[in-house]
T-cell receptor, first 115, second 113 residues
Framework: AQSVTQLGSHVSVSEGALVLLRCNYS??????LFWYVQYPNQGLQLLLK??????LVKGINGFEAEFKKSETSFHLTKPSAHMSDAAEYFC?????????????FGKGTKLSVIP | KAGVTQTPRYLIKTRGQQVTLSCSPI?????VSWYQQTPGQGLQFLFE???????NKGNFPGRFSGRQFSNSRSEMNVSTLELGDSALYLC????????????FGSGTRLTVV
């Protein structure tokens, strides 16, 4: 079984400040890890994903995340927050093994950006 | 290229009725998944299809079913609707599965009254 824990259901940052959204996962096999963003009344947009290889993954809109196996973490960061970053962010995990065809999502973190 | 298209965007149904939701994946994508999103339970996996075969199913009652056609388009059906089925239903497509990343549609907002 796999699970995802996102620390903090709501995070507020000032415009221009560092964004840090935390994600810890549990998986019995090497994981695939994802971050998605959801704007109101829309679907999910993929920000970045880790499958294999380099543990620091760069995504769209200036976001990046680092896979840390020893800490079972995949935290999302952005050096400088922009007003347009206000949205809900979801971390997700999938097993890399055969027969694993689903994403397990965290509960989400709502990011507010204060002007 | 066109994204994942879900129809309809909004739907209001009465308890006890049934509903069919449609999803057209990105051209060339053979894997289609469905998720239910509610404020209380978050995002929950319903099922995944690949080349017309269901490869995985989530923990939902048998009232929830789906299928995939030879052109990769997918439908999901919910019979005997209950108030608790009110949710945003999201479809996602991928080339072959999670490792390729999933592209999500905008969803169908189902309200059961």
């Amino acid at each position: 079984a796999q699970s995802v824990t996102q620390l903090g259901s709501h995070v507020s940052v000032s415009e221009g400040a560092l964004v840090l959204l935390r994600c810890n996962y549990s998986s019995s096999v090497p994981p695939y890890l994802f971050w998605y963003v959801q704007y109101p009344n829309q679907g999910l947009q993929l920000l970045l994903k880790y499958t294999t290889g380099a543990t620091l993954v760069k995504g769209i809109n200036g976001f990046e995340a680092e896979f840390k196996k020893s800490e079972t973490s995949f935290h999302l960061t952005k050096p400088s927050a922009h007003m347009s970053d206000a949205a809900e962010y979801f971390c997700a995990v999938s097993n890399s093994g055969a027969g694993s065809y689903q994403l397990t999502f965290g509960k989400g973190t709502k990011l507010s950006v204060i002007p | 290229k066109a994204g994942v298209t879900q129809t309809p965007r909004y739907l209001i149904k009465t308890r006890g009725q049934q509903v069919t939701l449609s999803c057209s994946p990105i051209s060339g994508h053979r894997s289609v998944s469905w998720y239910q999103q509610t404020p209380g339970q978050g995002l929950q996996f319903l099922f995944e299809y690949f080349s017309e075969t269901q490869r995985n199913k989530g923990n939902f009652p048998g009232r929830f079913s789906g299928r995939q056609f030879s052109n990769s388009r997918s439908e999901m059906n919910v019979s005997t609707l209950e108030l608790g089925d009110s949710a945003l239903y999201l479809c996602a497509s991928s080339l072959e599965g999670p490792g390729y990343g999933y592209t999500f549609g905008s969803g169908t907002r189902l309200t059961v009254v």
